[in-house]
Nanobody
Framework: QVQPVESGGGSVQAGGSLRLSCVVSGNTGSWSRMAWFRQAPGKEREGIATILRSTGSTDYADSVRGRFTMSQNNAKNTLYLQMNTLKPEDTGMYYC???????????????????WGQGTQVTVSS
């Protein structure tokens, strides 16, 4: 089990950039996949980016592909989400989540992630 803690959120104008961080504590060698989810007001929590620990391979939701980049620094037990060319529709609470197995095809399913951070707010104004 791990405990993720997100930071780096804030307010930015459309077209700007932010970098979110997720520091992982606890049994830091146990997770197999981490993902970033976001939740806009009144909407479901959606998976937007993921990374596989063993290979560093990533995948993204279509809505952020080409603009967001997820990376890991295992020496620092930290995951990052670099967000460029931000849009107002990127506004929401961003969460980091960990899981310990499962198929790649299910990475967007929030219910396959047992451990979550508290979230960090991102607001993009037009």
């Amino acid at each position: 089990q791990v405990q993720p803690v997100e930071s780096g959120g804030g307010s930015v104008q459309a077209g700007g950039s932010l970098r979110l961080s997720c520091v992982v504590s606890g049994n830091t060698g146990s997770w197999s996949r981490m993902a970033w989810f976001r939740q806009a007001p009144g909407k479901e929590r959606e998976g937007i980016a993921t990374i596989l620990r063993s290979t560093g391979s990533t995948d993204y939701a279509d809505s952020v592909r080409g603009r967001f980049t997820m990376s890991q620094n295992n020496a620092k037990n930290t995951l990052y989400l670099q967000m460029n060319t931000l849009k107002p529709e990127d506004t929401g609470m961003y969460y980091c989540a960990a899981r310990y197995g499962g198929k790649w095809s299910t990475w967007k399913d929030r219910y396959t992630y047992p451990d979550w951070g508290q979230g960090t707010q991102v607001t993009v104004s037009s």
